[in-house]
């Protein structure tokens, strides 16, 4: 079966994928994956299928290193190698855009220079990826192999011609990647505000000094059991906001509760997003309302707690999630910004202690978390000092999502030859 033959394309020739360029599946020999051993003092990126999936074009960022142990029993793959999940998220895919090594749940693809493009091959798998998973589906392990990816048949028009495909559908894509760039830049300068302010306590004084630097009181606290300014407090989240909503899955007897116009969030829908602005599922509106109580206003901060602790995202319309995750409303709009970056920390740190991932938090552990609050006024000037920043970020989030629609749409029409590139 040719998965995009179509009569817009029938000159263009019949190729296998392994026609195209190499494909080798990840190394990740040691046993347990997660052993310190291999981590200690890293150097050398490791993607995981996580990031494959929340990366938009290119594999910017990673969030663990191998050392040299751990390269030894890996490998260090080059720059633009294209990389393709088979577990797990299956058929996502991203370029790596520095060296990066992977483990076997990845297959990284590296083109014949006369035959195609890793970019090219991208596009083919964001074409064909709804159909791989869809006959994934409902194996043991939902996953599948090299020999599945390599024999799969495609019509490919010449290399010129693919290259004017992927110029078009690039364009787009770095449009969104600049956007993303900004975000990101505007993000850390928030961050930046924050750590200065309230984990440096470098805050203005009445003087417009910095707090401690310039000798301001610090009083000692039994909770954290360090100092902290005087006139701060430790608070739990639940007495900073007290609407925190646990999510909750409706009954999956009824399908017709499922695929409607409400976003249901789950865990893959807030990693790599300040912005939640678009769900892989949704519900309709029958099946929000049996569980009308699950129903999430617009900046809500959902939080995962559950497989991925610690994912901390805004909600950008009305929404439910799944059980997996604790939200909370913040009705005190000053609180938003500082909790996103107090919870964040608060789960960053306990990683950082534990050498791996904090334990799964139900409910009233979540909400029973400690963290240290600052007097309100100060809370408030920080909330006016990036609100702007997270404003435009929250613009530029939904402006790409229109970029991926419209990318997404054009898509198939290119690859089945109904659109053509003229030029």
């Not at 900046?299 to 059980?323: E, H, K, M, R, W």
């Amino acid at each position: 079966m040719i998965i995009n033959a179509s009569i817009y394309n029938s000159h263009w020739s019949e190729k296998t994928l392994s026609d195209l360029g190499t494909f080798k599946r990840g190394k990740s020999k040691h046993r347990p994956r997660n052993d310190p051993i291999l981590f200690s003092n890293g150097k050398y990126p490791l993607v995981q299928t996580g990031e494959v999936k929340s990366a938009n074009l290119f594999i910017n960022q990673h969030s663990a290193t191998y050392n040299d142990f751990g390269l030894k029993q890996s490998q260090l793959w080059p720059k633009d190698t294209l990389c393709i999940t088979i577990a797990a998220n299956i058929a996502e895919t991203a370029l790596l855009n520095y060296p990066m090594c992977f483990p076997d749940s990845v297959v990284g693809f590296n083109a014949f220079p006369d035959a195609s493009s890793e970019l090219f091959m991208h596009y083919v798998f964001t074409y064909i990826r709804k159909s791989i998973q869809s006959s994934a589906s409902g194996s043991i392990q939902d996953n599948i192999n090299i020999d599945y990816l390599t024999s799969l048949k495609f019509k490919v028009p010449p290399k010129p011609y693919q290259d004017k495909i992927t110029a078009v559908l690039a364009n787009l894509d770095k449009k969104i990647e600049l956007s993303n760039r900004i975000n990101a830049e505007l993000e850390a300068m928030a961050k930046t505000l924050y750590d200065y302010w309230f984990v440096q306590f470098d805050f203005p004084d009445t003087n417009g000094k910095p707090y401690k630097t310039s000798g301001g009181k610090m009083v000692y606290n039994p909770t954290l059991k360090r100092e902290i300014p005087e006139g701060w407090s430790v608070k739990t989240i639940q007495s900073i906001e007290q609407n925190i909503v646990t999510g909750k899955t409706p009954s999956k007897e009824h399908n017709h509760y499922f695929d409607g116009s409400v976003p249901f969030i789950t865990i893959g829908d807030i990693r790599g997003n300040t912005y939640i602005v678009s769900t892989e599922e949704t519900l309709s509106i029958e099946g929000a309302n049996t569980q009308k109580n699950k129903f999430l206003p617009e900046d809500t901060i959902c939080v995962s707690c559950i497989a991925s602790p610690g994912l901390v995202g805004f909600v950008t319309q009305p929404s439910q999630t799944n059980q997996q995750i604790n939200s909370v409303i913040c009705l005190n709009s000053i609180n938003r910004y500082f909790l996103y970056f107090a919870i964040n920390a608060f789960f960053t740190g306990s990683k950082a202690k534990t050498g791996n991932t904090f334990a799964n938090m139900n409910k009233e552990d979540f909400s029973n978390i400690n963290l240290l609050y600052p007097e309100l006024m100060l809370l408030a000037k920080f909330h006016d000092l990036v609100d702007s920043m997270f404003s435009n970020i929250k613009t530029r989030s939904l402006e790409n999502q229109e970029l991926k629609n419209l990318r997404d749409w054009l898509l198939p029409m290119l690859m089945n030859g109904q659109v053509t590139v003229k030029g």
